[in-house]
């Protein structure tokens, strides 16, 4: 079980067990979500920093948002009082873009039960709920991470993929088709990349069902036997996509430097249009 709705999450604070509740607020204009995370949360939620605790600092070599350490992420995941058999329940403002990247660490760092709240915050509040204001300071955790053990690739394995590996770019179609982004130094797309917004996945915030999940997979190719790996602009959507995928039984390996770190490797191309082979630039 990995999608939980706000009437779930009250009924299952209810019985006792023991929910590590987080707030995940950021958006690539508006890291620093604390301000709002103060102004109003759901009720015994805990503030996660995504660019603090579960990024490394930007560097061109590997992207805007390189993978934390495990060093990193255990030291957040006790400030946040994750205790051994904690169910994580995890929330943003926006889509699940950035809860999808705790979920994605979380998940795939030893922890069994990781769901993410279906609509985040907007779903809590159109169910009716309240919110707290102020600071949570949870006692400290004692959870004992392992290493992760998601498929990560590298660069070099996406240029190019393996033979019948199906290469997903998951950013909206203008920055595939190659419009110009202020924090890119390149526009474009990876050569032979299939272009399949992660954000095609929600309607009205909420994760389609299995069954349309499934049919904007299979559009590009991909099945449940089909090598994918996804990427975005520094891997935090491409986590919200294979997320998605996982709703229907799809094990989807993640390029964590994504754009941010191919538009910086010099001798690289750069592909604009809207095929997964056009317009070719050196990088």
Same mark, same amino acid.
């Given at each position: 079980?990995?999608?939980?709705?706000?009437?779930?999450?009250?009924?299952?604070?209810?019985?006792?067990?023991?929910?590590?509740?987080?707030?995940?607020?950021?958006?690539?204009?508006?890291?620093?979500?604390? %301000?709002?995370?103060?102004?109003? +949360?759901? %009720?015994?939620?805990?503030?996660?920093?995504?660019?603090?605790?579960?990024?490394?600092?930007?560097? %061109?070599?590997?992207?805007? +948002?390189?993978? %934390?350490? +495990?060093?990193?992420?255990?030291?957040?995941?006790?400030?946040?009082?994750l205790q051994k058999d904690d169910i994580v329940v995890i929330y943003d403002d926006l889509q699940s873009v950035a809860a999808a990247r705790a979920w994605w660490l979380l998940a795939n760092s030893g922890i069994a039960d990781v769901r993410i709240l279906d609509g985040g915050l907007r779903a809590w509040l159109a169910a009716g709920f309240a919110l707290d204001t102020g600071d949570v300071q949870p006692r400290q955790g004692n959870v004992e991470l392992t290493p992760l053990s998601a498929p990560i690739v590298g660069i070099d394995r996406v240029d190019p993929p393996a033979n019948g590996t199906i290469l997903l770019d998951v950013r909206q179609p203008e920055r595939y088709r190659g419009a110009p982004v202020a924090l890119e130094r390149i526009s474009g797309h990876i050569p032979g990349a299939v272009n399949l917004p992660t954000t095609t996945h929600l309607d009205a915030g909420r994760f389609r069902s299995p069954e349309v999940i499934s049919r904007l997979f299979a559009a590009q190719g991909i099945g449940p036997q089909t090598p994918t790996i996804a990427y975005c602009g520094s891997g935090i959507a491409a986590t919200h996509t294979i997320f998605a995928g996982s709703l229907i039984g799809l094990d989807i390996a993640l390029f964590p430097g994504g754009w941010s770190q191919w538009s910086y490797a010099r001798g690289r191309w750069a592909v604009e249009g809207e095929s997964a082979n056009g317009t070719r630039t050196r990088v």
């Open positions: 079980m990995t999608l939980i709705t706000p009437e779930e999450l009250v009924a299952l604070r209810q019985t006792g067990a023991g929910v590590c509740l987080l707030d995940v607020r950021w958006r690539l204009d508006a890291p620093e979500g604390r %301000p709002a995370y103060l102004d109003g +949360h759901i %009720p015994g939620a805990i503030y996660v920093d995504l660019e603090a605790e579960l990024t490394e600092r930007p560097d %061109p070599q590997w992207g805007r +948002h390189p993978l %934390p350490t +495990h060093r990193r992420l255990q030291k957040a995941a006790r400030r946040w009082g």
